[in-house]
């Protein structure tokens, strides 16, 4: 991953995921999606939403009322 690039969600579910991505979208903030679920188990590992560094505030409180 690139510097500047925070990751401000976390998820085991793929879809959230995409919905949180396109909640960031719909208020100008770009995203994107790192899967580190493991391929074989998906008990194993999350998908993270990165911002970048200039968004990162707003991204937060965000993802606070997207999980509530």
């Known amino acids: 991953m ?22 960031l979208a719909d208020h100008d903030i770009e995203a994107v999606i790192i899967n580190k679920m493991d391929s074989s ?14 968004h990162v505030i707003k991204a937060k409180l965000l993802a606070k009322e997207f999980d509530t």
């Open 2 to 23: 690139e510097k500047g690039w925070i990751r401000v969600y976390t998820t085991i579910q793929m879809f959230r995921a995409e919905i949180f991505k396109r909640v």
């Open 41 to 54: 188990y998906k008990t194993f590992g999350e998908i993270e939403v990165y911002v970048k560094n200039d």
